[in-house]
């Protein structure tokens, strides 16, 4: 999962070299600050660094929110059709959401998830342990949004179903190392 993402964002995304090198000094410098001696994406921690300095810099560089979202979707949407080309997807609700978290559980992109439904209308999810929480958190609380991809990944899929569906405005990373999102639908 980790490399898939890695693999998008440097591959598909066709970035000019120098916001590359602007992602990569950024790197550095979170691998720095935070004592990490490996550049291995692969290493959870790793992987946290490096989705922080490419939203970092993405910010940095559109400073519009409306654009890293598109940028966000893109990637939710090619992990989708990852994930649908490995997974039977049959457009029940709670039955394809379950496929989704054990998708990215199996990945190893988390300890752990649950969704719990507070009517037909409405469910929360509840993730423990995502391998990039610290750098969503710090994109959240320094730039003002999500960059949740488990999120882009159910509203891909809810698209292609038509399911009109949105996440209610609040602060997901409050708890430690748990993000919490409330859905709604309309």
């Known amino acids: 999962m980790i490399a898939v993402i890695w693999y998008l964002t440097s591959r598909f995304l066709d970035l000019e070299s120098y916001i ?9 410098e979170k691998l720095h600050e935070n004592k990490l001696k490996s550049k291995n994406i ?8 490096y989705f922080y300095a490419m939203f970092r810099v993405f910010y940095k560089r559109l400073r519009d929110k409306g654009k890293i979202q598109l940028i966000l979707k893109f990637i ?9 080309r490995k997974n039977k997807i049959s457009g ?18 988390f300890i752990n998830s649950q969704i719990s439904w507070t009517d037909k209308k409405r469910f929360k999810q509840t993730i423990n342990g995502m391998v990039n929480y610290d750098a969503c958190k710090e994109i959240y609380n320094e730039l003002g949004f999500s960059a949740n991809i488990i999120s882009r990944v159910m509203e891909s899929y809810f698209n292609e179903y038509k399911i009109k569906v949105f996440e209610k405005h609040f602060n997901p990373y409050q708890h430690n190392k748990k993000v919490i999102e409330f859905w709604e639908f309309k």
Request: aromatic residues 14%; hydrophobic residues 35%; proline residues 2%.
């Open 76 to 84: 939710g949407k090619k992990i989708y059709d990852h994930l649908k």
């Open 20 to 28: 590359k090198k602007e992602i990569n000094n950024l790197f550095l």
């Open 42 to 49: 692969q290493n959870p921690k790793v992987f946290d660094a």
């Open 92 to 109: 029940n609700i709670k039955k394809d959401l379950t496929v989704i978290q054990n998708y990215f559980k199996k990945n190893r992109f």
